[in-house]
Structure formats: structure tokens, C-alpha cells
């Protein structure tokens, strides 16, 4: 079985900053792209921002200069630093990674974790 697991949510005033960290753990014999995503109340999951293994990123245009993906391949994590932020950034943020097992290539995704912008 293979696990994400995310953390670093919280409450941040307009203009703030956050770190979402997220670790794989389980069966795994290599952890492919790793990518986060939002949910706000009411909308789709939208894309936030993805790396590949050899560490090129890729954001959505709402985050790009605000946010920064980042990985520790050695500990199968993915974090990403949240800056100047907006109340439209408030969101449910889930953290999904392609992970190669004896399964096959498939795609995992964590819980979520609250990120809420609020003066």
C-alpha cells in the first residue's frame, strides 16, 4: 500500500506565507512527477503546480511567482512554499504523485490539508 500523506495547513492573513510539506511512504520502488492541487468550496480541483523527477516545474498562472514546488527525492516528499497570498488562494490543497510498485505506474493521491486566507 502506498500512503501521501500532507501537512502545513493553516490560517494565514492576506499578504502571508505557508509551507505545505507532503511524503509518500508504503511500497514503492520510484516516485515519478509529484504535483498539488486545490479544491475551494463550490469549484473544481484546479492544478497548482507540478515537478518531475530530474526537478522541472511547472505552475498555474494564478501561482506563478507566488508559489515554489520543490522535492526531496530521498525522502519521496514534495513541499511547496506559499507566498504573498490571497484570499482567492483559500483551498482544500492535495498533494498526488505517480509512483512506480509492483502495481505499475499509479497515481496516489493525499488527503488534503486547509489552507484559509482570512484577515
Known amino acids: 500500500q502506498v500512503q501521501l500523506v500532507e501537512s502545513g495547513g493553516g490560517l494565514v492573513q492576506p499578504g502571508g506565507s505557508l509551507r505545505l510539506s507532503c511524503a509518500a511512504s508504503?511500497?514503492?520502488?520510484?516516485?515519478?512527477?509529484m504535483a498539488w492541487y486545490r479544491q475551494a468550496p463550490g469549484n473544481q480541483r484546479e492544478f497548482v503546480a507540478s515537478?518531475?523527477?530530474?526537478?522541472?516545474?511547472n505552475y498555474a498562472d494564478s501561482v506563478k511567482e507566488r508559489f515554489t514546488i520543490s522535492r526531496d527525492s530521498a525522502k519521496n516528499a514534495v513541499y511547496l512554499q506559499l507566498g504573498n497570498m490571497k484570499p482567492e488562494d483559500t483551498a482544500v490543497y492535495y498533494c498526488?504523485?505517480?509512483?512506480?510498485?509492483?502495481?505499475?505506474?499509479?497515481?496516489?493521491w493525499g488527503q488534503g490539508t486547509q489552507v484559509t486566507i482570512t484577515s
Open positions: 498526488t504523485a505517480n509512483i512506480h510498485n509492483s502495481a505499475g505506474y499509479l497515481d496516489y
Open positions: 508504503g511500497y514503492i520502488y520510484i516516485v515519478e512527477d
Open positions: 515537478i518531475t523527477r530530474d526537478g522541472t516545474t
